[in-house]
T-cell receptor, first 111, second 115 residues
């Protein structure tokens, strides 16, 4: 079983929809949680960063962390075709910078 | 100015050959990484260097040898290439070895195809 599980999708939604992306994990030492966005043939770019449990909002994006359930989510409001990409959750413990990634969810927003 | 740059972007080679990928970062970070992304988009850490010191060495065949001549550069040399080595290799950098902040910045990847 992988340390971080993520549904690979693809997830197809119409423009303007609310998108919910999720990951579960097994390592209780993880304290830092991130979402990366990866466009086709590009490197991952950091989208959201959260420490421990709680919510964080940045524009149309909201990240949620529930450490008791070992579950993290990313919500995208008013989704746009430009949001079409693969979304990777990533996490790490306090002791090291290297991230453990989920396998990514491919999102397609239809105009 | 590109923050983390890798060369080459594409590499097509025969089984059994030896090849190298180079990475440079101009962010002033002290920690650099090699990640491998397979065909299913799964990103897995291979190596990490902090100030030229190897700090992470995951279960990777000995045919893979990283080298960090200084904290701004990290190279990856692969000997005796196998079909299963075909993947996209990403270089990344960050500031610090742990603790808060200093998240990873990735290059655009080097797509290796072994025939």
């Amino acid at each position: 079983q992988k340390e971080v599980e993520q549904d690979p999708g693809p997830l197809s939604v119409p423009e303007g929809a609310i998108v919910s992306l999720n990951c579960t994990y097994s390592n209780s030492a993880f304290q830092y949680f991130m979402w990366y966005r990866q466009y086709s043939r590009k490197g991952p770019e950091l989208l959201m960063y959260t420490y421990s449990s709680g919510n964080k909002e940045d524009g149309r994006f909201t990240a949620q962390v529930d450490k008791s359930s070992k579950y993290i989510s990313l919500f995208i409001r008013d989704s746009q075709p430009s949001d079409s990409a693969t979304y990777l959750c990533a996490m790490r413990s306090t002791g090291r910078r290297a991230l453990t990634f989920g396998s990514g969810t491919r999102l397609q927003v239809q105009p | 100015d590109t923050a983390v740059s890798q060369t080459p972007k594409y590499l097509v080679t025969q089984m059994g050959n030896d090849k190298s990928i180079k990475c440079e970062q101009n962010l002033g970070h002290d920690t650099m990484y090699w990640y491998k992304q397979d065909s299913k988009k799964f990103l897995k850490i291979m190596f990490s260097y902090n100030n030229k010191e190897l700090i992470i060495n995951e279960t990777v065949p000995n045919r893979f040898s990283p080298k960090s001549p200084d904290k701004a550069h990290l190279n990856l040399h692969i000997n005796s290439l196998e079909l299963g080595d075909s993947a996209v290799y990403f270089c990344a950098s960050s500031q610090g070895r742990g603790g808060a902040g200093g998240e990873l910045f990735f290059g655009e990847g080097s797509r290796l195809t072994v025939l």
